[in-house]
């Protein structure tokens, strides 16, 4: 009776173990994906410095807001269409994109298109942000 007792138990605490580590990786997911959807979300809104917060520090060290201001100044409305996370080990994360955005282009004509690409994270000061996205237009 004790070894079965043994045994129950030892299944349930590896059973709850797991499950308390799959649901840890869901909820990294979502923070993950929660960054991207505030960063367009922000530059949807024009709220460009809230953007740029959420970009990591390295990034930043070699693109300076007025940079960031100059690439988004021209964007009508963005939105991210889809998004997955395609790998994430705690500290850097992978996140494939598909983004619609209209922008105005050098002639004032309005520019509406799909991009796909991928973005990549990094977890740095207890919070994911966004260290590269690479996008082509569909």
């Known amino acids: 009776m004790k070894k079965t007792s043994l045994l129950l138990l ?10 308390a580590s799959l649901s840890y990786a869901g909820d990294e997911d979502y923070d993950v994906m929660s960054v991207l959807d505030r960063h367009y979300q ?8 809230a953007a740029y917060a959420l970009r990591s520090n390295d990034w930043r060290t070699y693109h300076s807001y007025n940079y960031f201001y100059s690439n988004w100044e021209s964007n009508y409305t963005i939105e991210l269409a889809d998004r997955h996370v395609i ?4 500290y850097e994360a992978v996140v494939k ?42």
Do not use: C, P
Not at 10 to 19: D, H, K, Q, V
Not at 42 to 49: E, L, Y
Not at 87 to 90: E, H, R
């Open 10 to 19: 030892l299944l349930l605490l590896g059973s709850f173990i797991l499950t």
């Open 42 to 49: 922000a530059i949807s809104g024009r709220d460009f410095k």
């Open 87 to 90: 790998s994430n080990d705690g």
């Open 97 to 138: 994109v598909r983004i619609y955005s209209e922008d105005y282009n050098s002639k004032g004509n309005l520019h509406k298109a799909y991009y796909r690409g991928k973005a990549y994270m990094v977890y740095e000061n207890g919070k994911w942000k966004i260290d590269d996205i690479q996008v082509k237009e569909e």
